[in-house]
């Protein structure tokens, strides 16, 4: 039957800001007949990734590994610490933190939720003005999402800390690293970071699937002390079973030999060179960005995203729509804006498998784009970007 769907040849490029795309080596490495997780071959698996995963979150405490979206290592991070009607403080970063925040309301905390513009990320000054006022130590967790995969805004978390030790305050910090880790820099134990949330499907270049809470002593001791019920999510069902190199339930097996392979390419690129690797192509996407005469999102060039830049369309013209004639004559998918930003925005993701070609590519597919459907720009972005990739010009911020 005929049709007018248009047929693509070639590869499908996936520029959304996760699921990344998968490096062939760990599809291979996932291609396993599956086997017993309570065998001794599977055990031996468990404990390397256990061990490994502590490399990438720098920690030397226990990496809980579930086999869930993202979402599940939220909701891990809330059960295990908090109790209804515990007072949390959180920051408006955009749509991942609104999600959280909904999240944290279900199981009955009281957010204290400071407002954002989605422009920029949690202010640390404002952070630790709260916990100063909070004599009676009233909060219980400071929530803070690391890279804001909606806005392209990263928060500083180093800074964040600091806030909280000026102000002498004792409550919890626990972080979304979804879209920051394995990407942009990050310490688990340098920061004093008390539950680290993330998920496999965007630095760690795996499909989705598993999801992660990295945890502190303090966390660890506070879970101990909370009253909040759980059972899948229970963090000393887990860290019970994964003394043994097992799961209080089945793993996802094949995820974790592909993580084991992820892991291994992260460090064989060095990871302080992956986020080198990140920091210089969000600058090149940026570069481009001005030179179309468009605006990125993020206001603050300190918090600029090195995984994902949100791009401003202009008055008057669909982020989806031009996304739509992307797809349809370039086989790109670039991320949507969510929520508020809907339609205002449209995202390039540039991280995980990625090099400077793909990024070209990417970016050529986006100047082509504009100009097809016909949205008003300067020509210019990709060789900009071009010349700070070749270091023929400083980039800017
Ligand atoms: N947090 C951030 C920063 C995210 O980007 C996402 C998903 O994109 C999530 C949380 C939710 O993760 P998931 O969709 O894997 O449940």
Redesign the pocket.
């Known amino acids: 039957m005929a049709t007018n769907a248009p047929v693509h040849t070639g590869r499908h490029f996936l520029q959304i ?2 699921p990344s795309n998968v490096p062939d080596r760990v599809l291979r490495a996932m291609d396993m007949p599956t086997i017993d997780h309570r065998g001794p071959e599977f055990a031996k698996l468990g404990f390397e990734v256990m061990e490994s995963c502590k490399t990438v979150f720098r920690t030397s405490q226990p990496v809980l590994i579930y086999p ?7 909701e891990a991070a809330i059960v295990n610490t908090l109790s209804p009607g515990d007072k949390v403080l959180m920051a408006e970063t ?1 749509h ?2 609104a ?2 925040r909904a999240l944290a309301e279900r199981f009955g905390l009281d957010v204290d939720f400071l407002p954002g513009d989605w422009r920029s990320g949690a202010d640390p000054a404002a952070i630790e003005a709260k916990l100063t006022e909070d004599k009676a130590h009233q909060v219980k967790a400071v929530m803070v ?6 806005s392209g805004v990263t928060s500083r978390v180093a800074e964040i800390r600091k806030a909280i030790d000026r102000a002498a305050h004792p409550a919890l910090l626990l972080v ?5 880790l394995g990407s942009i820099t990050y310490e688990h134990d340098g920061w004093g970071v008390d539950v680290t ?1 993330s ?4 630095g760690l270049m795996l499909p ?1 699937g598993l ?1 992660f809470n990295a945890i502190s002593e303090k966390a660890l001791a506070a879970s101990k002390a909370n009253k909040m019920p759980r059972s899948y999510w229970d963090w000393s069902e887990q860290i019970a079973a994964n003394k043994s190199g097992s799961w209080p339930y089945t793993p996802a097996t094949n995820l974790l030999y592909g993580l084991k392979e992820a892991i291994a390419m992260l460090h064989e690129e060095g990871l302080e060179n992956v986020f080198a690797r990140h920091r210089r192509h969000g600058a090149a996407t940026r570069a481009a960005v001005k030179a179309w005469g468009l605006e990125v999102l993020c206001r603050n060039p300190e918090e600029y995203s090195p995984v994902v830049t949100a791009v401003l369309m202009p008055e008057g013209h669909d982020a989806d729509r031009f996304r739509q004639v992307v797809l349809d004559h370039l086989d790109m998918s670039l991320g949507t804006g969510l929520a508020k930003v809907k339609g205002k925005v449209f995202r390039i993701g540039h991280l995980g498998h990625f090099n400077d070609l793909m990024l070209m590519g990417t970016l050529a597919g986006v100047e082509m784009g504009l100009e097809l459907a016909r949205v008003p720009y300067r020509t210019g972005g990709v060789l900009a970007a071009m010349n700070v990739l070749t270091g023929k010009e400083a980039a800017a911020a």
């Open positions: 800001p996760g869930s979206s993202g979402t599940g290592a939220w955009g991942f933190a999600l959280w999402v690391h890279n804001e995969t909606s979304d690293t979804v879209s920051s949330v998920g496999s499907q965007k989705p999801s």
